[in-house]
Nanobody, 114 residues
Framework: QVQLVESGGGLVQAGGSLRLSCAASGKISSFHVMGWYRQAPGKQRELVASHSAGSATNYLDSVKGRFSISRDYAKNTVALQMNSLKPEDAAVYYC????????WGQGTQVTVSS
C-alpha cells in the first residue's frame, strides 16, 4: 500500500508564497514521476508540475517562473514552492506519484485572496 500525504496549503494574499510538501510512504521507495495537479471549482484537473527520475521537470505554462518543484529521493518527498501567487492559482492541489500506476494524495486547499 502506498500513501501520499500533503501539507502546506492555506490562505495567502496575492503576491505571496506557499510551499506544498508531499511525503510518500509504503512499499515503493522510488517513483518514476512525482508531481502536482490542481483542480479549481468547475474546472478540469490540470498538471501543474512534474519531476521525473533523472531530474527532468515540466511546468504548466501559467506557473513557469513562479513555481518550482523539487524532489528528495532519499526521503521520497516532493515539494512545490509557489511564489507570486495569483487568485487564479487558487485550487485544490493534489500530489501524485507514478510507477506502473498512479497514486494520489488527498489534496490540499490553496486559497489566494486578491
Amino acid at each position: 500500500q502506498v500513501q501520499l500525504v500533503e501539507s502546506g496549503g492555506g490562505l495567502v494574499q496575492a503576491g505571496g508564497s506557499l510551499r506544498l510538501s508531499c511525503a510518500a510512504s509504503g512499499k515503493i521507495s522510488s517513483f518514476h514521476v512525482m508531481g502536482w495537479y490542481r483542480q479549481a471549482p468547475g474546472k478540469q484537473r490540470e498538471l501543474v508540475a512534474s519531476h521525473s527520475a533523472g531530474s527532468a521537470t515540466n511546468y504548466l505554462d501559467s506557473v513557469k517562473g513562479r513555481f518550482s518543484i523539487s524532489r528528495d529521493y532519499a526521503k521520497n518527498t516532493v515539494a512545490l514552492q509557489m511564489n507570486s501567487l495569483k487568485p487564479e492559482d487558487a485550487a485544490v492541489y493534489y500530489c501524485y506519484a507514478s510507477l506502473m500506476r498512479t497514486y494520489w494524495g488527498q489534496g490540499t486547499q490553496v486559497t489566494v485572496s486578491s
